[in-house]
């Protein structure tokens, strides 16, 4: 992937990044996900809502000009924290920390929260080298395993 960008979110993505977000193995890593990544209905409720929620930024991730993924910012519990999903097809080839870093960029709210499966090595690692540092875990329930799991949440100062 030689260039990655990020553009605000446009109805036309909606599918796109639908059909990403049902990918089993994606949904498994992520894991705190919609409770029926099948259901259509259920995400575009969900979109419509963060989508006319003002304290969010959604922006779709290009690579080479192609939608391949999303990341966002949001206020959560009034702390300010960062999501993002990547196309499977896409792993390993660096576009999630540049995203990221382009987010982060746009979004100079300090201190910055995120918040990851202790066992998405991936993830991990991508939020780390952008200077993210581990303050602790819990354990929640995980839609995407119907289990709970240890969850490591991340502060970028």
């Known amino acids: 992937m030689q260039d990655v960008s990020l553009r605000g979110l446009e109805d ?13 193995e994606s949904v498994r890593m992520a894991a705190f996900t919609a409770e029926d990544p099948d259901d259509r209905a259920a ?12 304290d969010t930024i959604n922006m779709v991730i290009l690579g080479d000009g192609r939608v391949v993924g999303s990341i ?7 702390d300010q924290e960062i999501t993002y999903w990547v196309d499977r097809a896409v792993w390993g080839q660096g576009v999630a ?19 990851v ?31 709970e799991i240890e969850e490591t949440i991340l502060r970028l100062s």
Do not use: Q
């Open 43 to 54: 995400f575009d409720a969900h979109m419509k809502r963060i989508r006319a929620n003002p």
């Open 97 to 115: 920390g540049r995203a990221l870093a382009l987010l982060l960029e746009i979004v100079a709210v300090r201190p910055m929260y995120a918040r």
């Open 12 to 24: 036309a993505d909606l599918d796109t990044l639908f059909e990403f977000m049902r990918d089993p």
């Open 117 to 147: 499966a202790s066992d998405n090595t991936g993830s991990m690692r991508v939020l780390t080298r952008a200077g993210f540092e581990k303050i602790g875990t819990e354990v929640a329930y995980a839609t995407a395993r119907k289990a």
């Open 72 to 78: 966002a910012s949001f206020v959560m519990e009034g």
